[in-house]
């Protein structure tokens, strides 16, 4: 097979802006007899099916949360990152995008990377406009800070609820297009397959989560936007309904999983503390701005800590190892994710963790309380204030900044961070693979697309702290809304797609199948131990660093547990009905066939880059060594039970040359 | 780490038409699980005896999205305060406690099974004028809109709210002036958002009122128990607010 990435030539500044501008239109009068079907309201989602409501497209949207306003897109912390240079420090679009790429190890395709980059800036516009409210300066003006992997403030914020508040803006404007009529939203419908008609994608089947029905709905085309798949690993920071199911559906249509092995593992989350747990909380990377983070010097010292002989206050700031200061004196504590993530990993590993599990790293945010203790002091003109005044100031500033973040930690860990460092080690967070995609966002399939973190284009091999909600809102306001139009342009004459076709009849009775046999297996098992089990093979040959040996026996492992799985899962109650573990049986199905293919990509791909770590490729300072001469590329898998196929599109690079990523 | 032992009352519902009861579980817990994981184990035990577990709600277990949503010893969210069911730590209760479960209960939120409720009302009234009338793409520059610092924290404390519901649970009337509010406030403290303020604020009264939410008498309860804190001060400017809109509107 060969791939097609439809880049547009000319110039990369140019590229996006000739496209814009030559792209076919459909007109007013056509839109209104297209519909176009959305699967997915998070951030991508919801701004895509009300931008697309807006233009006059008939959209049916469709969410299996109770509502829109749900999506874990709302989970977001930090920020949102935009090439506005409102802080004068030298930013720029060029800047972002090449921010981008080097961050994601040169694993990404530079012209969508650079319409990322370029369209950043109408997003913020997009979202002051919606009433999204971004913090302020006193001057009215917006805020910024910075975030890791960059020398920059470009990072906009809502204090620790960026996310929440983008994704209320995005669902307000998609609640508009519904009060209309031009969207019609189906909440607790969950895509259960992809209807392919003539080798067009055309429809989906879709389950009402109430009543257990099964539903055909028909469209020109269809639109993905049903986020990350990092549930794979069980434990992980996504909520806990994000799930690979409508991807993995196409997947299983035929359109491409391109690097699924590329996963994030965020540094800072807070630790594990019991077997019970199925959910990993995450605090913001901007605690990085400032917080230190650091490690006993001594394995005595972090023994003491684990056993509760000693806490944190006892180490001497002599017998402290700032452990990214040391090492990355550059970026010091905001060095990318992958880079932090393995660092901790390689500390703890020498046995220097200090929590009782030995998983555990500190983030020390008393050095930021007495500087801007100090700095306070300035400002109120206190000459004299004592060590105490000055902490109490300092405590107001880092409450003010991130307090929300410092409350839920506490509620969580039982500890209070003002005084006792956090306690944080790294989580799965965010998955860069996922549906392949050309330039159009659109995939194999022609009018499948895939939008947001559900496709894979723009972080590479690793993603930037701020940069998802970035793409989410970008596909879905600004560049999907112009790039269908070059297959819709295409499907004026069409007509209206008729449900009661094979390829829907034969769609539905499959679904129905696949839900009769779990259903029957009747076994002895849950569904969440089958989910448990498959997590921790990941999290152990295909997590944080991965070899050869154990991604071949990863794979096996699967492979036996998927046979366990069908022989004796246990689903309660009936399929028609609302039934919760239905719905997560179904879930952990497919993940059980994803897992097996992340560990085929992560073991055909002999290198290491970004959050792609292989033992055996190393420099001898432990940082990962890429091989460009042999991996420039993106693998897109072709499901296949038995032998996934590979196809592998050449990423060409003609404006960015290729280094080795350094933030020494 | 202490292990507790408890007896936990849930309500079990079929759908909205059977009527529901009391069951009565042991569950076996630690302080450092959260409420939902004790619910979790629970529902294990449950399908390990081949039974149906507990259907309840919940998805980002970070307080944020919104989705929790029980009423625990007659408090929505439980007893801690500014805190969702799933940010609540079984720290807070002890070793041989009997706990009542409950899903919200309210005329405009029917039960679909056992804690589940439906909730979409909220969506009805974002729907009816929750927003800014702007298409993508219109928009001037972000810093040609300077917004004061203190309005814009209010607007952004009002816009905290995560469509929960626990204000309608806790209020005796089943009220979403609350809920209501926090919209309102959101949206019309800023420059952006005022213009459309009047209207806005007579059609989500009047969808509020559609939906079958009771009156405010001025409880408090919804504030008191709102995770997010959302202050009561939002219902008194929507009242203000919808007191002038209908005198001066020439709509």
């Known amino acids: ?664 | 780490m202490s292990d507790m032992k408890l007896t936990v009352k849930v309500w079990r519902q079929k759908n909205a038409k059977t009527p529901g009861k009391f069951e009565t579980y042991k569950v076996n817990a630690n302080e450092h699980m959260s409420f939902l994981e004790m619910m979790d184990v629970l529902n294990e035990q449950l399908v390990h005896d081949k039974k149906e577990p507990v259907a309840f709600e919940h998805d980002c277990r970070e307080g944020i999205c919104g989705a929790c949503s029980m009423v625990i010893d007659g408090q929505p969210h439980g007893p801690l305060q500014a805190t969702t069911t799933c940010q609540l730590h079984m720290r807070h209760f002890k070793d041989g406690d009997t706990i009542t479960v409950e899903p919200f209960r309210a005329k405009a939120f029917p039960v679909v099974k056992d804690l589940v409720v439906d909730r979409s009302a909220f969506d009805r009234i974002i729907q009816s004028g929750g927003y800014i009338s702007v298409n993508t793409g219109q928009a001037v520059d972000g810093n040609s809109i300077p917004v004061e610092k203190d309005v814009a924290v209010k607007a952004f404390d009002a816009a905290t709210c995560i469509g929960c519901g626990a204000c309608v649970a806790a209020c005796p009337n089943g009220s979403a002036m609350l809920f209501t509010s926090a919209k309102i406030s959101h949206l019309g403290l800023l420059p952006q958002g005022e213009i459309e303020h009047k209207h806005r604020t007579l059609k989500m009264v009047a969808q509020m009122d559609k939906e079958g939410f009771g009156y405010c008498t001025n409880i408090g309860a919804c504030s008191a128990e709102c995770p997010k804190e959302i202050s009561l001060e939002n219902i008194a400017r929507m009242n203000r607010s919808f007191i002038n809109a209908s005198l001066t509107t020439d709509k």
């Open chain 1, 1 to 664: 097979m060969q791939l097609d990435s439809k880049i547009p030539e000319g110039p990369l500044s140019e590229k996006w802006k000739k496209y814009k501008s030559t792209v076919p239109l459909v007109a007013p009068n056509n839109k209104r007899r297209i519909e176009v079907i959305v699967v997915g309201t998070g951030l991508a989602g919801a701004s895509a099916a009300a931008t697309l409501g807006e233009l006059g497209y008939k959209v049916k949207a469709f969410t299996f949360h109770d509502s829109p306003r749900r999506a874990h897109s709302i989970a977001a912390q930090g920020g949102i990152n935009a090439a506005k240079n409102y802080q004068n420090d030298g930013d720029s679009v060029y800047r972002l995008f090449y921010d981008t790429i080097k961050g994601g190890d040169y694993r990404a395709r530079e012209a969508n990377v650079y319409r990322l980059a370029e369209v950043s800036t109408q997003i913020i516009d997009q979202c002051v406009a919606q009433g999204v409210p971004f913090a302020r300066e006193y001057g009215g003006l917006l805020e910024n800070m910075s975030f890791g992997g960059v020398q920059v403030s470009r990072t906009f914020y809502a204090k620790g609820q960026t996310g929440q508040q983008l994704l209320i803006g995005a669902y307000q404007a998609l609640s508009r297009q519904i009060s209309t009529g031009a969207v019609k939203m189906y909440n607790r419908h969950e895509m259960m397959d992809l209807v392919v008609v003539d080798g067009k994608a055309r429809g989906i089947i879709a389950r009402n989560l109430l009543t257990g029905e099964l539903e055909r709905h028909s469209a020109h085309c269809v639109l993905l936007a049903t986020g990350g798949y990092g549930n794979v690993f069980y434990l992980s920071t996504n909520a806990m309904g994000s799930n690979v199911s409508a991807a993995w559906r196409a997947t299983r249509r035929g359109a491409l999983m391109a690097n699924p092995c590329f996963t994030q593992i965020h540094p800072t989350c807070i630790p594990q503390s019991g077997d019970y747990q199925s959910k990993l909380t995450l605090m913001s990377e901007s605690l990085r701005n400032d917080g230190r983070v650091w490690v006993p010097k001594n394995l005595e010292d972090a023994k003491a800590i684990r056993e509760g002989k000693k806490t944190a206050l006892d180490i001497k700031e002599e017998d402290r190892d700032y452990y990214l200061e040391r090492r990355y004196p550059a970026f010091g504590n905001l060095v990318p994710r992958d880079v932090a993530s393995r660092a901790a990993k390689v500390e703890c590993d020498k046995g220097l963790g200090v929590s009782p599990t030995g998983l555990a790293v500190f983030l020390d945010f008393s050095s930021a309380i007495e500087r801007y203790g100090k700095a306070e002091a300035n400002t109120q003109g206190l000459t004299n204030a004592s060590p105490e005044e000055i902490k109490a100031m300092g405590t107001k500033v880092v409450e003010d900044k991130y307090g929300n973040l410092f409350e839920m930690y506490e509620k969580i860990a039982g500890e209070n961070p003002y005084i006792y460092p956090m306690k944080i080690y790294p989580a799965v967070h965010y998955t860069m693979g996922g549906l392949w995609v050309d330039y159009n966002l659109e995939t194999n399939i022609p009018g499948l697309f895939a939008l947001g973190e559900a496709n894979f284009s723009d972080h590479g091999a690793n993603r930037l702290g701020a940069s998802a909600l970035m793409q989410g809102l970008a596909d879905g306001y600004f560049v999907a809304p112009y790039t269908i139009g070059q297959f819709l342009a295409n499907e004026i004459r069409t007509g209206e797609i008729n449900t009661q076709s094979a390829a829907f009849e034969e769609a539905e009775k499959q679904t129905k199948s696949r839900i009769d046999r779990l259903m029957n297996v009747k076994g002895n098992q849950s569904v969440e131990s089958f989910h448990r089990r498959l997590g921790k093979i990941m999290w152990d040959l295909c997590g944080m660093s991965r070899n050869a040996e154990g991604l071949k026996e990863g794979r096996r492992l699967i492979r036996e547990l998927r046979e366990e799985f069908y022989k004796d899962v246990f689903v309660p109650g009936n399929a028609d009905d609302f039934n919760p573990e239905l719905e997560k049986a179904y879930r952990v199905a497919d993940f059980l066939e994803l897992g097996e293919l992340m560990m085929i990509d992560a073991y055909e791909r002999n290198e290491s880059c970004g959050g792609h770590f292989r033992e055996e490729y190393q420099t001898p300072e432990g940082e990962a060594q890429r091989d460009d001469e042999n991996y420039t590329y993106v693998a897109a898998w072709k499901w296949d039970d038995n032998e996934p196929q590979l196809t592998k599109e050449p990423l060409v690079f003609e404006n960015v040359k290729l280094i080795q990523r350094s933030y020494k």
